[in-house]
């Protein structure tokens, strides 16, 4: 029989807290165990990265132009794209380098703006003022973001083909292998050269032909492209009717007729030849000491890096057997390795502080069953915390697996102090519901306090902006959810587990003294 006088109850609060876990342990438990498998199939299909997907609050516009001298390209390019991007909302820095044929423009925003919304803007001003550009030149936009860097690097390479070859292999049967990988974005090439025709003009048989360089480039222009030509109905059908004029081969270019003079045809052959070589290459890309293809490969913001690995390692050993034997496919840059990691160390961390609970709740408290009631914490905690990543968006990143592995030493704190309490009263003769009821009521507040305080630390980095708060927002996230879910766990679920593993002071000491007899001399 419990005792019920006033000295010995504690108060009308306090007491509810203890009284609604033991009245309610099997619903408890059934929510746990609920949320323990939703933290399981959340934690199989979290996507994992280096680092937390984020919006940096920049804008790189590329500009290519071929070989245009750089104060031509500053003149004609780079300064009316910057000039048409100062007044775009959020806009707050404009930075550019220009080189001969290239240029590179940075608009910087504010950590506040909606980046997916300033991308727009300024595709929207670079539409503008396209007409204004020179007509060759070309122009790329990214938002940068870690997605924008490659997580995967291949390269491709052989000791007896050409880089020509390599390249159109990497092109034509790599590239759009890759790209069929869910959740790859990207797919780019570095190196290699690629094939084109080249025009080589006789000066003094164009000069007697009485034309110019313009002339034939642009007879090559015009008569290089498909074209729609008209449509034409019969029978009540509609065909839609195509020109197609695209030069497929050597001697198509060198029957084009630039020009007619007296009424006879002058050919491309007449005052030139062409030849099929590669283009210009001013970067020379090399892998284990020989000419090499490298594919970049960069996955969605919402991609996993392990399940990307994983099916590009799939995807190679196929590839592997269908490339001609010269030629071989080799990973130079994987990001997975470290991501690979960081997940194998949080779940080293895990059990190591599992083991290390159990061992250290025995020795001092010799019961099985106050062991168990404190070590369920840690993977419940863990768990319950994996889903509330998946819940917000979060992914597995070295901050928030840095967090969770920090928490581990802390999660298990509050169940002890809960245990003990418990232990304490019923070792001292309480009825194991009341003394139960008794610890909760006696050490909310300490419990409370103690948890509060390392929260109270880590929530102001939460609102932490720029770069830090980029990485600080999910560590200080983790650790939080973490401390927090403890705290519920070791006021709910710890008097739960206690009303049915830890036994009456009879049984207690009844296990104690049969541990000495079995210890003691015979």
């Not at 934690?43 to 994992?48: E, G, I, K, Y």
């Not at 992914?395 to 232990?423: C, K, P, R």
């Not at 983790?478 to 049984?507: C, K, Q």
Request: glycine share 8%; aromatic share 6%; hydrophobic share 50%.
């Amino acid at each position: 029989m419990s005792d019920t006088s006033p000295s010995a109850a504690p108060s009308g609060k306090k007491s509810l807290l203890g009284q609604f876990a033991i009245r309610n342990s099997v619903p408890i438990a059934f929510i746990v165990a609920a949320l323990c498998v939703a933290g399981i199939l959340a934690a199989l299909r979290m996507p994992s990265s280096v680092f937390p997907q984020t919006n940096f609050p920049r804008v790189v516009i590329l500009v290519d132009n071929g070989v245009m001298p750089g104060d031509e390209m500053m003149a004609t390019i780079t300064r009316p794209i910057e000039e048409a991007m100062k007044d775009i909302p959020g806009a707050v820095t404009i930075r550019s380098a220009t080189g001969r044929g290239s240029a590179e423009i940075s608009v910087f925003f504010n950590w506040h703006v909606d980046m997916i919304q300033s991308e727009l803007y300024v595709l929207g001003r670079l539409g503008q003022i396209r007409a204004q550009l020179p007509p060759t030149a070309t122009t790329t936009t990214w938002r940068l973001t870690f997605s924008a860097f490659p997580i995967i690097g291949v390269s491709l390479t052989s000791p007896t083909r050409d880089i020509t070859t390599l390249w159109e292999k990497a092109r034509y049967d790599l590239k759009p292998r890759f790209l069929r990988i869910n959740g790859v974005a990207r797919v780019d090439l570095v190196g290699g050269r690629t094939p084109e025709y080249h025009v080589i003009i006789d000066p003094a048989k164009l000069l007697a032909a009485n034309l110019d360089l313009a002339q034939v480039t642009d007879a090559l222009q015009k008569n290089n492209l498909i074209a729609p030509a008209g449509m034409h109905e019969e029978n009540y059908r509609l065909y839609l009717t195509t020109v197609d004029g695209r030069l497929r081969s050597i001697d198509d270019i060198e029957k084009l007729v630039v020009a007619v003079k007296e009424g006879h045809p002058i050919l491309v052959r007449d005052f030139g030849r062409v030849e099929r070589g590669p283009e210009p290459v001013f970067n020379v890309v090399t892998a284990e000491g020989v000419n090499a293809v490298l594919l970049n490969i960069r996955s969605h913001p919402e991609g996993s890096t392990l399940d990307i690995a994983n099916a590009l390692r799939k995807e190679l050993a196929e590839l592997r057997r269908e490339l001609p034997p010269d030629m071989k496919l080799a990973f130079f840059y994987d990001q997975s390795l470290l991501v690979r990691d960081s997940v194998r160390s949080v779940w080293e961390a895990i059990i190591f502080g599992l083991v290390l609970s159990v061992l250290i709740i025995f020795v001092f408290l010799k019961n099985w069953g106050t062991t168990l009631t404190a070590i369920v914490v840690i993977p419940v905690t863990v768990l319950v915390t994996i889903l509330a990543m998946k819940l917000v968006g979060m992914s597995f990143n070295l901050m928030t697996l840095g967090g969770i592995a920090a928490a581990i030493g802390l999660v298990i704190d509050d169940a002890i102090v809960v245990v003990e309490a418990i232990y304490a009263k019923v070792a001292a003769g309480r009825p194991r519901l009341d003394g139960i009821r008794e610890a909760i009521g006696e050490i909310f507040h300490p419990l409370v306090g103690s948890t509060l305080t390392p929260v109270v630390v880590f929530i102001p980095l939460a609102f932490l902006e720029g770069l830090a708060g980029v990485f600080f927002r999910a560590l200080a996230m983790t650790m939080v959810v973490s401390l927090l879910t403890s705290l519920v766990l070791a006021i709910t679920l710890t008097p739960s587990l206690a009303g049915w593993f830890i036994r009456d002071r009879e049984h207690l000491q009844h296990g104690h003294a049969l541990k000495d007899a079995e210890g003691g001399p015979l």
